[in-house]
């Protein structure tokens, strides 16, 4: 192999294993936003209209978009949402499979309590695995890098790097404000990101003379805090 043959395969993999990286810190599932597609015109035109006729129409629809959703996989940045995913896909398919078996038969109030159920366990789904804040969301893209490539290849110096950037994100964190909807829990939301700004702030101020075990103690206690913090709207 020549050198240049060499350098231009080096570019190709480093540029294939920053394509992958992107992908696991990407946090939506693409087969799930599909899905809306249908989901619409069901929910906002249909079933308000009581078009039963076209509520039925769209069984073929669902069925091939929510083939697809049972098939996704999540992406690594979601790991710790399976379970929650696995509960909210089962609740979703059997609501897919009742929506077919009221679209055969002749009672129109079934058609509609079903579309109304799909579209319940639909949202349910979605919001399994939806960031709660656009800010969480970011300062966890830069935290699933650390937690589960720098710190298991104990690449301290990425952790560091890494380091102001989780202190800026959490503290964007801190300032956000909840919709209507999480209202109720804001004080415990506060104390929360409070904890998660500290945690940060302890990480982003060791020292370059820092050791490892020291590096390690601080992410895993920010890794908690964020946990602790996610645990607020489950």
Known sequence: MTKRSFAFLSVFLLLAAAGLMAQETESTIPELSAFHEIIYPIWHTAYPEKDIAALKGFVPQINELAGKIYAAKLPGILREKEAKWQAGLAEFRKSVEAYNTAAKGPNDQAVLDAAEKLHMRYEMLVRAVRPVLAEMDAFHKVLYVVYHKALPDKNWDEVRKAAPEMKAKAEAIAKAQLSKRLEAKTDAFRSAADGLVQAAGE????????????????????????????????
Do not use: P, R, T
């Open 203 to 234: 990480l982003a101020n060791l020292g370059a003379n820092a050791d490892g075990a020291a590096v390690e103690a601080a992410v895993q206690k920010v890794h908690a805090k964020y946990q602790a913090l996610e645990k607020i709207f489950e």
